[in-house]
């Protein structure tokens, strides 16, 4: 059976992109980007060639959509006082 895919959002350049498909891909929705060749060659992150579109399987698109809402409403960050890359102290 062939998968349906679905456009769910638009990220300015590859490295954009590269974040959100592996943070959707952290919380079990498949997702892959798409940029145009020639955007995606000169590392371009304006305009149409740099944009990047990413896409989830139709029977995950509400589930991504919540979770990609979810983040731009901060849910996902880190309080002040914790540091991501510091070991922690004992």
């Given amino acids: 059976m062939k ?3 679905e456009l769910i959002y638009t990220a300015y350049g590859q490295l954009d992109a590269s974040m959100i498909v592996d ?3 952290a919380h079990g929705v498949e997702a892959t980007a798409m940029q145009e060749s020639l955007g995606s060659t000169y590392g371009l992150t304006v305009g149409p060639l740099g944009e ?3 896409y989830v399987t139709a029977d995950q698109k509400k589930a991504a959509i919540e979770l990609l809402e979810a983040m731009e409403r901060g849910e996902f960050e880190l309080p002040d006082d914790q540091d991501s890359t510091s070991p922690s102290e004992d």
Avoid: A, G, T
Wanted: glycine share 0%.
């Fill in 52 to 54: 990047s579109r990413i």
């Fill in 23 to 25: 943070f959707l891909s």
């Fill in 3 to 5: 998968k349906e895919w």
